[in-house]
């Protein structure tokens, strides 16, 4: 058996997504490392150039933690936020305008997410991302 992974895309209109993410732990298979949550030419019909903008993220992590980045290809990935263990909790980058893709020439504009400590059975977390884009 392998972790659970759950996407919805909850729509939203002019050029804002939000999506909903739910994963658990099989107990066996370990965590996830560069998981996909986002691909904007895959997901969006976008051009590779295009580059998203994080708007808010909220999530709930119990048994692990978690890192949400944006893939820069070859080089080091842009790290976005890290989401802690144990917490229910809200980042609203609106309030800075948003969080730019800066990955680089390279970079896909992917938004990863690597988790750390998704070992146990029962180990779980949700996530909701609104971006913006186009």
Request: charged residues 25%; negative net charge.
């Amino acid at each position: 058996m392998a972790n659970r992974f759950i996407r919805q895309d909850k729509g939203l209109g002019n050029y804002r997504k939000q999506y909903h993410f739910y994963f658990d732990s099989d107990g066996a298979a370990g965590d996830f490392v560069d998981k996909v949550l986002i691909d904007p030419v895959a997901d969006l019909g976008l051009k590779s150039s295009a580059r998203l903008h994080i708007e808010k993220i909220q999530y709930n992590l119990s048994g692990c933690s978690a890192r949400v980045e944006f893939d820069s290809g070859l080089v080091d990935d842009k790290q976005i936020w890290v989401l802690t263990e144990g917490t229910d909790n809200c980042v609203d980058f609106l309030q800075w305008g948003s969080m730019i893709d800066e990955s680089g020439v390279d970079g896909t504009g992917k938004i990863q997410m690597t988790t750390t400590g998704l070992s146990s059975a029962g180990d779980q977390g949700s996530l909701l991302i609104q971006i913006k884009y186009g």
